[in-house]
């Protein structure tokens, strides 16, 4: 039936037929070979309002400066809501490299020169503590701390010597990996549960709700 009368008394059954929005999502580098940006599922195509993150990673002799459109966001963690089709820009900017080698000269000079009069200093310590019981100086390394913001952990104190992160599940599986690039950033995940986060070599468990 194409048309619907007045006269029409018969029962009539209507079907509303529903198809799934779905979108791409797009990353691009603006300066090819200075780096990569990974995280994007397979096909790179989303639903309506899915959340997902991408990371940026640079190549050597480059670092990561900020996303397209928002020179603030320095983080290369970058999460984000599929509203419509989507387009990711990284930046990225060579490192500098004037004066190395006339600082590494003065650094060594500078580390020689600490190393004598070190040496010297603990040659005299030790001569005046013979027969003492002397107490070794350990320095403790710094205890990196997790806070939760929505379905965001929120690392802050992370050792400048740690290179990467590792997200794991309760059962030991690993989640999400990435590169530490500051000793505060943001690592999105996507549900609710109890995680482990491994920063170096130290561990800490954090709680999403």
């Known amino acids: 039936m194409k048309s619907i009368s007045k006269a029409s008394t018969e029962p009539l059954d209507f079907y509303a037929k529903w198809e799934r929005l779905s979108f791409e999502v797009s990353v691009y580098i603006d300066k090819p070979g200075c780096g990569r940006i990974d ?9 309506y309002e899915e959340v997902d993150s991408v990371v940026a990673y640079p190549v050597d002799g480059y670092r990561f400066a900020y996303w397209a459109d928002d020179v603030k966001n320095t983080n290369p963690v970058l999460a984000f809501k599929v509203l419509g089709d989507t387009t990711l820009v990284a930046h990225f900017e060579k490192l500098p490299t004037s004066s190395s080698s006339s600082v590494k000269s003065s650094s060594s000079a500078k580390s020689s020169s600490s190393a004598k009069s070190s040496s ?17 100086v350990v320095a403790a390394a710094p205890q990196f701390m997790l806070t939760v913001a929505g379905r965001d952990i929120q690392v802050s104190g992370a050792s400048e010597s740690a290179r990467s992160y590792t997200v794991f599940d309760m059962q030991g599986h690993v989640l999400r990996k990435g590169a ?3 000793s505060n950033f943001t690592i999105p995940v996507g549900n609710a549960g109890n ?6 070599s130290q561990v800490r468990r954090v709680s999403v709700k």
Not at 39 to 47: D, E
Not at 121 to 126: E, F, H
Request: positive net charge; hydrophobic residues 30%.
């Open 180 to 182: 530490v690039y500051s």
């Open 120 to 136: 010297s200093s603990a040659k005299s310590s030790s001569s005046s503590k013979k027969g003492k019981d002397a107490l070794p």
């Open 39 to 47: 995280g994007l599922k397979g096909g790179r195509i989303y639903a």
């Open 195 to 200: 995680y482990l986060v491994r920063i170096g």
